[in-house]
């Protein structure tokens, strides 16, 4: 493709070379650079991508984009922006055709339940005989395809490639998670989204390498609503009115709240030895009674967030009953039937306010004894892994702590900061620092009524360990077990 159609929209300054040259492909990892590519320098928390102009150049490249001054052959075409991230967003939209004007986009936003609201979405839409792709935390999905992910949402080039993808699948619709990072680094850039969506927003991904404070995660995630056609909205959340403060899209919310779209006018706890979940009733825009295979509130604040997503693409209400009733996704609340009489839980939750979330959901099914089985990640905040061990203390009956992804931290560390607030609550727990034996014991002492939650890595197939990924997949090891102890 021609330099001068791919770099249409983008504002910027040709300091030296020519437009007219034939491009073979974008790159933002020097060490991926071929011939008569164009090299972005990205600029990012730990590295600039200045300093690999000359390595790229040397490997093939015939254009670099910069933002700063640089001093290079005079064959090499120079293009100066300002941000380069956001240049990479435009012309890796101009490279792959605009993909996005083919296909209806919908970007869900939110702390929590950005991955079971796209999969429910996803779910209800082929129930309706759409054809929809999903890209997120589990991986890129359409049709067949299963394309597996580093981040939430990749980089803006990625995000273009894997739409173009569904698009020539004949893909008629495209629902992703939009991450507060891909937000604020330019990774949606390139395009509008025809539907954002906002799910919630509490006080998490705050650090040195994510956002510096609280406001700018807030404005980080609103940014979506200045950049899309139509905006549903959680409209109980307390920062509500920071997400629609500036937005430029139409408004439609769900919730508890009366003047609510979509109103959640009552929801009944339902729990059987095969399924645990809700029947939520609506009103307003949607009047009926739903049932739905994923347990507590919050679960009828996602199914009601989907639900005012495919009512807006007019997707009739018994398609939306058809999906919900039998839902479930990877590692997100997801049940696994191992014993007669006990529910096994596994989740994704990671952090305090979201074991908080499941341990208070759980406690309202009235369980015989609630049972934890958790670790926390290392080499991140340490604040994580205090809050964790101080709501399974508080909140559990029996607590199991363990081992989660520990990276370049010894496990028994974790585990020990992890204690310094457990013990303090009185909460009854024991350590078993190998997660396959820690949920060995749990199966070995389960009993007629418990609820067993399985914490933290949820989707994830694998420990990182050293800076070493050992494939370990926390349903597999619980199926294993079962297998072994017939």
Do not use: W
Request: with cysteine; proline share 2%; aromatic share 8%.
């Amino acid at each position: 493709m021609k330099l001068e159609k791919i770099l249409k929209n983008l504002d910027y300054k040709l300091v030296q070379g020519s437009i007219e040259k034939d491009i073979s492909d974008i790159i933002y990892d020097s060490r991926k650079i071929s011939r008569d590519t164009i090299f972005v320098a990205l600029v990012g928390y730990n590295t600039d991508g200045h300093k690999y102009i000359y390595d790229a150049i040397s490997k093939g490249a015939s254009c670099i984009v910069v933002s700063k001054d640089v001093e290079v052959d005079e064959n090499i075409t120079v293009i100066k922006v300002k941000n380069t991230r956001e240049a990479l967003s435009i012309i890796s939209a101009n490279y792959f055709e605009n993909p996005t004007d083919k296909i209806v986009t919908i970007g869900v936003t939110g702390t929590k339940g950005k991955t079971t609201t796209t999969f429910m979405i996803k779910k209800i839409m082929e129930c309706a005989g759409k054809k929809i792709g999903l890209m997120g935390t589990n991986g890129v999905f359409y049709n067949d395809v299963y394309i597996p992910l580093d981040n939430t949402t990749p980089e803006s080039y990625e995000v273009q490639k894997y739409i173009r993808q569904m698009v020539d699948a004949k893909m008629e619709y495209m629902v992703m998670e939009v991450s507060s990072q891909a937000l604020k680094y330019n990774r949606c850039d390139g395009f509008v989204f025809d539907y954002g969506v906002f799910t919630n927003l509490t006080h998490d991904h705050i650090s040195d390498f994510e956002h510096p404070t609280i406001e700018d995660y807030i404005s980080s995630k609103a940014l979506l609503f200045q950049r899309c056609k139509h905006g549903v909205f959680n409209m109980d959340d307390k920062n509500y009115n920071n997400m629609i403060k500036n937005a430029t899209c139409d408004i439609y919310t769900f919730g508890y709240n009366k003047e609510a779209n979509v109103y959640i006018k009552n929801v009944e706890l339902i729990r059987d030895k095969k399924s645990i979940g809700i029947d939520m009733e609506l009103a307003n825009d949607i009047n009926d009674v739903i049932r739905v295979n994923t347990p507590g509130k919050f679960s009828s604040y996602n199914a009601s967030c989907a639900i005012s997503v495919c009512h807006l693409l007019g997707i009739d209400v018994e398609d939306m009953k058809k999906a919900l009733v039998d839902f479930s996704v990877k590692g997100r609340v997801e049940p696994v039937s191992v014993l007669d009489g006990v529910t096994f839980i596994i989740d994704y939750a990671h952090n305090g306010v979201a074991m908080e979330s499941i341990l208070t959901t759980m406690r309202e099914y009235n369980p015989k004894r609630l049972i934890t089985i958790f670790g926390c990640g290392g080499n991140r905040s340490k604040e994580r892994r205090y809050e964790m061990g101080e709501v399974s203390g508080r909140l559990a009956d029996f607590s199991i702590v363990t081992s989660d992804n520990p990276r370049f931290e010894e496990p028994e560390a974790i585990i020990n900061d992890i204690l310094s607030t457990l013990t303090k609550t009185g909460g009854k727990y024991i350590t078993i620092v190998d997660r396959r034996e820690a949920i060995k014991y749990a199966l070995d002492n389960a009993q007629t009524g418990d609820i067993i939650l399985l914490l933290g890595k949820g989707h994830e197939d694998y420990q990182e360990i050293e800076g070493v990924k050992h494939h370990f997949d926390d349903k597999e090891v619980v199926l294993e077990i079962l297998k072994e102890k017939k």
